[in-house]
T-cell receptor, first 110, second 113 residues
Framework: QKEVEQNSGPLSVPEGAIASLNCTYS??????FFWYRQYSGKSPELIMF????GDKEDGRFTAQLNKASQYVSLLIRDSQPSDSATYLC??????????FGKGTRLSVIA | KAGVTQTPRYLIKTRGQQVTLSCSPI?????VSWYQQTPGQGLQFLFE???????NKGNFPGRFSGRQFSNSRSEMNVSTLELGDSALYLC????????????FGPGTRLLVL
């Protein structure tokens, strides 16, 4: 069974620090990966996606993909209290539905 | 461009009843996926529709069904509701392929008493 694993947290970081969120996946055929942010009581919103090995940067966010080690990570620089949310990692092998992890709760302490 | 919309936003039903939820995708999006989200299980895939055809199906009982109309709007139906069906039901749309970026609607929160 295809699985995406995330540490449930909570992960607590001080304001201004770098938050590092990690995700591992079981299916070596996975090709595309997504990070979503979900505030309590709200629906998930896309932060970024990554298809290729290496880093992808978008503002304060950097996604990292290592297909050999089967992990994906999300770095949030200069963390703000407004970044406090649950972060969902999802992967797909292509033409198959996204498989979501259960999410990591991030708490940024002011 | 308007986002994904879902109706109703909140629903209270009793065991044994049935419920129909509606989802309108982003204009131009042809794929609609449905998910159930509960605190214990996270986001679980129900099914995905593309061009009025169910293209993928998750591991849920037959009480859960759906359909898609020619304008890409989708509905899902749950019959014979059980207490465990209480959850947030999320609809997501994408341009065409299920592995593409999906954009979520606000969800329908269902409470079964």
């Amino acid at each position: 069974q295809k699985e995406v694993e995330q540490n449930s947290g909570p992960l607590s970081v001080p304001e201004g620090a770098i938050a590092s969120l990690n995700c591992t996946y079981s299916d070596r055929g996975s090709q595309s990966f997504f990070w979503y942010r979900q505030y309590s009581g709200k629906s998930p919103e896309l932060i970024m996606f990554i298809y290729s090995n290496g880093d992808k940067e978008d503002g304060r966010f950097t996604a990292q993909l290592n297909k050999a080690s089967q992990y994906v990570s999300l770095l949030i620089r200069d963390s703000q209290p407004s970044d406090s949310a649950t972060y969902l990692c999802a992967g797909s092998t292509g033409n198959t539905p996204l498989v979501f992890g259960k999410g990591t709760r991030l708490s940024v302490i002011a | 461009k308007a986002g994904v919309t879902q109706t109703p936003r909140y629903l209270i039903k009793t065991r044994g009843q049935q419920v129909t939820l509606s989802c309108s995708p982003i204009s131009g999006h042809r794929s609609v996926s449905w998910y159930q989200q509960t605190p214990g299980q996270g986001l679980q895939f129900l099914f995905e529709y593309f061009s009025e055809t169910q293209r993928n199906k998750g591991n849920f009982p037959g009480r859960f069904s759906g359909r898609q109309f020619s304008n890409s709007r989708s509905e899902m139906n749950v019959s014979t509701l059980e207490l465990g069906d209480s959850a947030l039901y999320l609809c997501a749309s994408s341009l065409g392929r299920p592995e593409e970026t999906q954009y979520f609607g606000p969800g329908t929160r269902l409470l079964v008493l």
